[in-house]
């Protein structure tokens, strides 16, 4: 007989029903949803990584459900649920439908279409992953490491538990109080920064040496979210990603202007036989930068290879996650009305009504993708079975590889990527890429790569929840339900973010209303237009991919070698690929956490497990906090910018540029302190 252990007790166990699907949970949720959706969108498009948000959501709602009378861990539990799953599916639309503007499909973020896709992709990605729940948490026990350190917070909540803990009340107010400190921080210095101009966003600095001989460019962006999104990452992809930085920009920018210079005046309008000590510091700055854009399709090559790599290396779990779907379906049949509390599940039959009903709006989207195009209704059907087919597919993916590496490192870009490649490939075939298909193919691909990608980002973030629902004693159905409430409430929210980020910022453009602001690079969307575009015909510039081709072969052969060695550091492709996509100066503060983190890990080795436990909960809430209160503010700014066109300034103080050093610096310095002190 299998022995118990006292990690497999719930928290609350399954003989008790306390409170858990209530009116205050579910308005909290979804406001938290909404949120939580808009400062990830931020960072997302800022960065190309997003961070789980599941443990600040807990912190939230932890702190704000004990302004109420009763409450519960449970009900802390759904709250978290949702607005977690706000988080992730806007990941799903932000690495896919920004690329629908940049190719000029559309105008602006058109918010039907963008809502449809968001609300049918995550129902869709939580009705997936319920026949994985029991397969993959109950059965597999992968470690779901994000699930399991939420669990962790909500125990802080004050709430007697069947194993007669009970963690007093301060040190929930501890976790609410740090969280808030850090917002407080993220967003005083964004405020500062991007609304009055007081302090510098980055420096930055184009020096052309030996006689210009050799390009120097290199910046560092002066943002306390990055530094909280490598303290969140840890410093392994921390590392990764400035590697990326440096090979694109400190490497890459001088070797090509060695080896390439004429074509790169030419390509910036400068006469090619002026002498290079005539060129004046504005036109070394559109040298540098032209050579990095070149560069920059070193990572698109590399992030095609990774995302392929990531299909292939995925095929065996792929396999035992469909199996243990179908496994746990069966079960299902067979026990379900003997089944306890804490593992009732939505009905199977129920789920598959969902899955059928969502084939009309499905077909629906695509159809009104395509137009006027004479066989819409074929291609419609088309794509439909196949969003359903990969839909499933890649949720499962997200699901199993959720348990094995957390929502943070799971490569849904990379399983985008590859849907997008074979739909495109497929659509080729079937409507050829002369007249209106030219056109309209690459916009079905890119509406079936939003659907799919957030579908697989949700799958992977709720079998996170569901395993935080697991261990604190959660009835699954209920917190199912709370799934859809959060993708409901940031669906219809996603689209007037985007809009105003894309007026205040630009998303993968200049912005049209406010062309001084620092663009929002969306790396990931970036790629998906290239691809989706080059594949019918719009032609892709293959030399420097051909070198990303390269690099990713490199990567992948030094991530075997270390996955053999049973080594912690790895090399997954992606995150070096986004590094050099994206501009250097984003990357130098991502390390800069990751290494924060890892030192005061370091530090905290010596001490009593307890002690480092609620260190790492310290970093870990205080980290999310300048994140999520940086790009809320961000938000903020382009509503003003938007609303009040010509408002925000530039940085005229003269001392901008060392009191954003100096803030930053602070940041740093207050986040060690903070956590050496917990």
């Given at each position: 007989?299998?022995?118990?252990q006292?990690?497999?007790?719930?928290?609350?166990?399954?003989?008790?029903?306390?409170?858990?699907?209530?009116?205050?949970?579910?308005?909290?949720?979804?406001?938290?949803?909404m949120?939580?959706?808009?400062?990830?969108?931020?960072?997302?498009?800022?960065?190309?990584?997003?961070?789980?948000?599941?443990?600040?959501?807990?912190?939230?709602?932890?702190?704000?459900?004990?302004?109420?009378?009763?409450?519960?861990?449970?009900?802390?539990?759904?709250?978290?649920?949702?607005?977690?799953?706000?988080?992730?599916?806007?990941?799903?639309?932000?690495f896919?439908?920004?690329?629908?503007?940049?190719?000029?499909?559309?105008?602006?973020?058109?918010?039907?279409?963008?809502?449809?896709?968001?609300?049918?992709?995550?129902?869709?990605?939580?009705?997936?992953t319920?026949?994985?729940?029991?397969?993959?948490?109950?059965?597999?026990?992968?470690?779901?490491?994000?699930?399991?350190?939420?669990?962790?917070?909500?125990?802080?909540?004050?709430?007697?538990?069947?194993?007669?803990?009970?963690?007093?009340?301060?040190?929930?107010?501890?976790?609410?109080?740090?969280?808030?400190?850090?917002?407080?921080?993220?967003?005083?210095?964004?405020?500062?920064?991007?609304?009055?101009?007081?302090?510098a966003?980055?420096?930055?600095?184009?020096?052309?040496?030996?006689?210009?001989?050799?390009?120097?460019?290199?910046?560092?962006t002066?943002?306390?979210?990055?530094?909280?999104?490598?303290?969140?990452?840890?410093?392994?992809?921390?590392?990764?990603?400035?590697?990326?930085?440096?090979?694109?920009?400190?490497v890459?920018?001088?070797?090509?202007?060695?080896?390439n210079?004429?074509?790169?005046?030419?390509?910036?309008?400068?006469?090619?036989?002026k002498?290079?000590?005539?060129?004046?510091?504005?036109?070394?700055?559109?040298?540098?930068?032209?050579?990095?854009?070149?560069?920059?399709?070193?990572?698109?090559?590399a992030?095609?290879?990774?995302?392929?790599?990531?299909?292939?290396?995925?095929?065996?779990?792929?396999?035992q996650?469909?199996?243990?779907?179908?496994?746990?379906y069966?079960?299902?049949?067979?026990?379900?009305?003997?089944l306890?509390?804490?593992?009732?599940?939505?009905?199977?039959?129920?789920?598959?009504?969902?899955?059928?009903?969502?084939?009309?709006?499905?077909f629906?989207?695509?159809?009104?993708?395509?137009?006027?195009?004479?066989?819409?209704?074929?291609?419609?059907?088309?794509?439909?079975?196949?969003?359903?087919?990969?839909?499933?597919?890649?949720?499962?993916?997200?699901g199993?590889?959720?348990?094995?590496?957390?929502?943070?490192?799971?490569?849904?870009?990379?399983?985008?990527?590859?849907?997008?490649?074979?739909?495109?490939?497929?659509?080729?075939?079937?409507?050829?890429?002369?007249?209106?298909?030219?056109?309209?193919?690459?916009?079905?691909?890119i509406?079936?790569?939003?659907?799919?990608?957030?579908?697989?980002?949700?799958?992977?973030?709720?079998?996170?929840?569901?395993?935080?629902?697991?261990?604190?004693?959660?009835?699954?159905w209920?917190?199912?339900?709370?799934?859809v409430?959060?993708?409901?409430?940031?669906a219809?929210?996603?689209?007037?973010?985007?809009?105003?980020?894309?007026?205040?910022?630009?998303?993968?453009?200049?912005s049209?209303?406010?062309?001084?602001a620092?663009?929002?690079?969306?790396?990931?969307?970036?790629?998906?237009?290239?691809?989706?575009?080059?594949?019918?015909?719009?032609?892709?510039?293959?030399?420097?991919i051909?070198?990303?081709?390269?690099?990713?072969?490199?990567?992948?052969?030094?991530?075997?070698?270390?996955?053999?060695?049973?080594?912690e550091f790895?090399?997954p492709?992606?995150?070096v690929?986004?590094?050099?996509?994206?501009?250097?100066?984003?990357?130098?503060?991502?390390?800069?956490?990751?290494?924060?983190?890892?030192?005061?890990?370091?530090?905290?080795?010596?001490?009593?497990?307890?002690?480092?436990?609620?260190?790492?909960?310290?970093?870990?809430?205080?980290?999310?906090?300048?994140?999520?209160?940086?790009?809320?503010?961000?938000?903020?700014?382009?509503?003003?910018?938007?609303?009040?066109?010509?408002?925000?300034?530039?940085?005229?103080?003269?001392?901008?540029?060392?009191?954003?050093?100096?803030?930053?610096?602070?940041?740093?310095?207050?986040?060690?302190?903070?956590?050496?002190?917990?």
């Open positions: 007989m299998k022995k118990t006292l990690a497999d007790i719930p928290v609350v166990g399954p003989e008790r029903n306390i409170a858990e699907l209530t009116i205050k949970a579910l308005v909290l949720g979804a406001l938290l949803s949120v939580l959706a808009a400062a990830n969108a931020y960072i997302g498009l800022l960065v190309g990584l997003t961070v789980s948000a599941s443990i600040p959501a807990a912190a939230v709602s932890m702190g704000l459900l004990r302004m109420f009378r009763r409450s519960t861990i449970l009900e802390n539990n759904m709250v978290q649920t949702a607005a977690s799953a706000g988080e992730s599916l806007v990941a799903g639309i932000i896919t439908i920004p690329a629908l503007v940049m190719m000029k499909a559309w105008a602006g973020y058109d918010y039907g279409p963008m809502v449809a896709i968001a609300i049918v992709g995550g129902i869709l990605g939580v009705a997936f319920i026949p994985l729940r029991r397969a993959l948490i109950v059965e597999a026990k992968l470690k779901f490491p994000e699930g399991v350190a939420t669990a962790a917070v909500l125990q802080t909540g004050g709430i007697e538990n069947d194993r007669s803990q009970k963690i007093t009340n301060h040190v929930a107010d501890a976790g609410f109080a740090t969280l808030l400190k850090g917002a407080l921080i993220g967003s005083v210095i964004k405020l500062l920064e991007s609304g009055l101009g007081w302090l966003s980055g420096v930055a600095a184009t020096k052309a040496l030996f006689s210009g001989k050799y390009l120097f460019m290199g910046d560092i002066l943002s306390p979210a990055l530094i909280g999104v490598g303290y969140i990452v840890g410093l392994n992809i921390a590392f990764l990603v400035f590697l990326g930085g440096t090979l694109g920009t400190l890459g920018v001088p070797l090509n202007w060695a080896f210079s004429e074509a790169i005046m030419l390509a910036t309008g400068i006469d090619a036989a002498p290079m000590t005539a060129l004046t510091t504005a036109e070394w700055g559109q040298i540098a930068n032209q050579s990095w854009q070149n560069c920059r399709r070193i990572g698109v090559g992030m095609m290879i990774g995302g392929l790599w990531s299909l292939i290396s995925l095929a065996k779990p792929l396999w996650g469909v199996k243990s779907s179908v496994k746990a069966q079960d299902s049949k067979g026990d379900g009305g003997g306890p509390r804490t593992e009732f599940d939505t009905p199977i039959h129920f789920v598959g009504l969902v899955v059928l009903l969502a084939i009309v709006p499905v629906l989207i695509f159809k009104n993708a395509l137009g006027g195009y004479a066989d819409a209704n074929m291609i419609a059907v088309v794509m439909t079975i196949l969003m359903l087919v990969f839909g499933f597919i890649f949720a499962s993916v997200a199993y590889m959720a348990g094995l590496v957390g929502s943070s490192n799971n490569p849904i870009s990379g399983v985008t990527i590859a849907t997008v490649i074979v739909s495109a490939l497929i659509l080729l075939q079937l409507m050829g890429n002369e007249g209106m298909a030219a056109t309209l193919g690459p916009i079905a691909v509406f079936l790569a939003g659907l799919i990608c957030s579908a697989a980002a949700i799958a992977g973030d709720n079998m996170q929840d569901l395993k935080c629902g697991h261990i604190v004693g959660a009835t699954p209920k917190q199912q339900i709370f799934q409430v959060g993708v409901v409430a940031a219809l929210v996603i689209p007037f973010v985007l809009n105003i980020l894309d007026q205040g910022y630009g998303i993968g453009r200049v049209p209303l406010n062309p001084e620092t663009m929002l690079a969306a790396p990931q969307a970036g790629l998906m237009q290239a691809l989706a575009s080059g594949i019918f015909g719009a032609g892709i510039e293959w030399n420097f051909y070198m990303g081709f390269a690099l990713a072969v490199v990567l992948i052969i030094l991530d075997k070698i270390q996955e053999k060695r049973g080594s790895r090399f492709v992606l995150a690929a986004v590094g050099v996509y994206l501009p250097l100066g984003l990357s130098v503060p991502i390390f800069i956490g990751g290494l924060l983190a890892h030192y005061l890990k370091q530090k905290a080795a010596k001490e009593s497990v307890e002690k480092q436990q609620v260190k790492e909960s310290s970093g870990l809430l205080l980290a999310s906090g300048l994140i999520t209160g940086e790009a809320l503010m961000g938000v903020l700014v382009a509503v003003a910018a938007v609303s009040f066109q010509g408002m925000v300034p530039y940085a005229s103080f003269s001392g901008a540029w060392w009191c954003g050093v100096a803030a930053f610096i602070a940041v740093i310095y207050y986040v060690y302190s903070k956590v050496q002190r917990s």
